[in-house]
């Protein structure tokens, strides 16, 4: 079957602070790895697709990383604001369908 | 441009009840879905369509019946709505690209609660 699994489940981080979420897969085959951001109430909103050949992807102060030999992709967020407050998703695509992960809840404390 | 917006925003139910799911979109993409997205799980696909007058089955699809008759539009019906049923449900549209790479446009999402 196949998975997504993020981690952690859920930070908080100080404004100006950096983090890292992870996220693993099991998806094969594998197309592209997308990271969406979900606001409280709201539809998630994509920041990044990365095919098999990319290793990193940038969008503002949103950095995505892939290891497609490892599985593994990591979102980076640089000088966190408080609009960073959100749920961030992972999600792989495999022959056009699409799994998800169930998210890490980012909150930025003033 | 209003993008992908649902009617409505939020519903309570009761066990036996049915009621439809309105999705809108205006950027005339052809694929659309309908999602939905519980607590501590990644969201589910329900139904999908790949264009007017098609619909096909997701990873989640019992209890729920959809119609695509136009091409902006992608109804969720539910014919007898059960507490299970109790989730977010988000609807999306894209237009397919070489390899998959197509991103896809989330409306806001109907909050349903069944009692």
């Known amino acids: 079957k196949n998975q997504v699994e993020q981690s952690p489940q859920s930070l908080i981080i100080l404004e100006g602070k950096n983090c890292t979420l992870q996220?693993?897969?099991?998806?094969?085959?594998?197309?592209?790895l997308r990271w969406y951001k979900q606001d409280t109430g709201r539809g998630p909103v994509s920041l990044t697709i990365m095919t098999f050949s990319e290793n990193t992807k940038s969008n503002g102060r949103y950095t995505a990383t892939l290891d497609a030999d490892t599985k593994q992709s990591s979102l980076h967020i640089t000088a966190s604001q408080l609009s960073d407050s959100a749920s961030y998703i992972c999600v792989v695509s495999s022959d056009y369908k699409l799994s998800f992960g169930a998210g890490t809840t980012v909150t930025v404390r003033a | 441009n209003a993008g992908v917006t649902q009617t409505p925003k939020f519903r309570v139910l009761k066990t036996g009840q049915s009621m439809t799911l309105l999705c809108a979109q205006d950027?005339?993409?052809?694929?659309m879905y309908w999602y939905r997205q519980d607590p501590g799980m990644g969201l589910r696909l329900i139904h999908y369509?790949?264009?007017?007058?098609?619909?096909a089955k997701g990873e989640v699809p019992d209890g729920y019946n959809v119609s695509r008759l136009k091409k902006q539009n992608f109804l969720l019906g539910l014919e007898s709505a059960a507490p299970s049923q109790t989730s977010v449900y988000f609807c999306?549209?894209?237009?397919?690209?070489?390899?998959?790479?197509?991103?896809?446009?989330f409306g806001p999402g109907t909050r349903l609660l069944v009692l």
């Open positions: 369509s790949v264009g007017e007058g098609t619909t």
């Open positions: 996220c693993n897969y099991t998806v094969s085959p594998f197309s592209n």
């Open positions: 999306a549209s894209t237009t397919p690209l070489a390899g998959g790479l197509e991103t896809q446009y």
């Open positions: 950027m005339n993409h052809e694929y």
